[in-house]
């Protein structure tokens, strides 16, 4: 004989099931966002960057080339791969923000609508 507590514990393990299904597709845009990393460069490629998902330098690259640039101008390149590796990064960050999070936003419109 089915009780209550029976219907209730089947019925709350459904709903955490599909609450488990439906948070993954977040869990794993979280995860690629984590693991994303922008890139620049700059005085034609002498001095590269690397910039983490938290916004860190995560890589600095200054081929033996780049010091006869001079220390004012060497700094710039650094500020300036640096900079593009950060414009890189946010690119990339809003691009997984849009495409992850849109199908929430119909399901939001969709749900707002009924």
Do not use: H, K, N, W
């Not at 845009?29 to 490629?45: C, F, K, P």
């Amino acid at each position: 004989m089915t009780t209550p507590d029976d219907f209730f514990d089947a019925e709350m393990s459904r709903f955490l099931a599909q609450f488990e299904a439906d948070i993954r597709p977040l869990e794993e845009l979280q995860e690629r966002v984590q693991a994303v990393r922008g890139t620049g460069e700059a005085a034609d490629g002498l001095v590269r960057a690397e910039v983490l998902a938290s916004g860190a330098l995560g890589g600095l690259r200054i081929d033996p080339r780049a010091m006869r640039l001079g220390a004012d101008a060497l700094a710039e390149a650094v500020l300036a791969a640096a900079s593009d590796a950060t414009a890189d990064l946010t690119r990339q960050m809003a691009g997984m923000m849009t495409d992850g999070l849109t199908p929430f936003a119909d399901e939001a419109r969709r749900l707002d609508e009924d």
